[in-house]
């Protein structure tokens, strides 16, 4: 065990140092895997309100990694709280007919917005600052050039290019630069502002625009947090051009990290 490993307060990585500590299934390590159960536990009832059972208050990245942490230190101690606990936060229901994943229960519309007012969500921050945000900073630059590629080969021609969820504005800046029309679609209020000052144009809502008028709309990871999907799917046939494109990309549930992480 990692010397002053005590004093690390990080949710995700208490969680990790759980499932770690849990897997070598040592009871020498019973007294650290209890310091930082008691941890978890003490930030979910902290947090926990009638519409929202988690432990913080916004959901992030790696967020499945907790609850099963504090599973694992039932499974090593014994205590009823932790497994309690455990299946009392969100559940991932898996709808059958569509083949996905839904957060159970659903977080009403007027509280989604508070859900993302984190530091730790990536997507709404030019952070440099730390080895993961540069790192970070360092791939984005690939797969922006990646994903303008994959539109290109849709849309030789370029033209309007609408980005639902444009968080900071990278993509329509880099697409800008190269001679796409864009706008974007953002709720966040502070990676608006950020992407704002690249130059970018908003449009509140998809609702606004009118029929037909865009060449490609794109959702980088942005589906899986739509709350309408639906409706969602309606406006944005309802928008793009008959001969447009529409590109998707969501994570993939079944992959080998969603497994392992």
């Given at each position: ?10 949710t ?6 759980l ?5 070598q ?37 790696g ?31 898996w709808?059958?007919?569509y ?17 993302y007012?984190?530091e ?10 730390g080895v ?15 994903k303008?590629?994959?539109i290109e ?21 880099l697409?800008?630069?190269n ?10 209020d502070?990676?608006k ?17 009118e ?5 490609v709309?794109?959702?980088w ?6 709350y ?6 309606k406006?944005?046939k ?24």
């Amino acid at each position: 065990v990692l010397p002053g490993i005590q004093t690390i307060h990080s949710t995700r990585s208490m969680a990790f140092i759980l499932k770690g500590l849990c897997l070598q299934k040592d009871s020498k390590h019973n007294e650290l895997i209890q310091l930082f159960a008691d941890r978890l536990v003490q930030m979910y009832l902290h947090e926990k309100r009638s519409h929202w059972c988690w432990f913080e208050a916004y959901l992030t990245y790696g967020n499945s990694v907790i609850p099963e942490a504090l599973l694992c230190a039932y499974q090593q101690t014994g205590n009823e709280v932790y497994k309690s606990i455990s299946k009392e936060s969100f559940d991932l229901y898996w709808d059958e007919n569509y083949d996905m994943l839904i957060t159970y229960p659903k977080p009403s519309p007027n509280d989604l917005q508070r859900y993302y007012e984190s530091e730790d969500y990536i997507s709404h921050s030019d952070k440099k600052s730390g080895v993961f945000n540069m790192i970070y900073q360092f791939v984005r630059g690939f797969t922006l050039k990646n994903k303008l590629k994959i539109i290109e080969q849709f849309q030789p021609n370029k033209g309007s290019l609408l980005d639902i969820g444009a968080g900071t504005g990278h993509f329509l800046d880099l697409a800008q630069k190269n001679n796409w029309k864009v706008t974007g679609i953002e709720p966040n209020d502070g990676a608006k502002k950020i992407a704002t000052e690249k130059g970018i144009t908003f449009i509140e809502n998809i609702q606004s625009l009118e029929r037909n008028s865009f060449d490609v709309i794109t959702m980088w990871h942005v589906l899986e947090h739509v709350y309408d999907l639906d409706e969602q799917i309606k406006q944005l046939k309802r928008v793009l051009k008959e001969d447009g494109t529409l590109i998707i990309a969501v994570p993939n549930f079944r992959s080998f990290d969603a497994k392992y992480y």
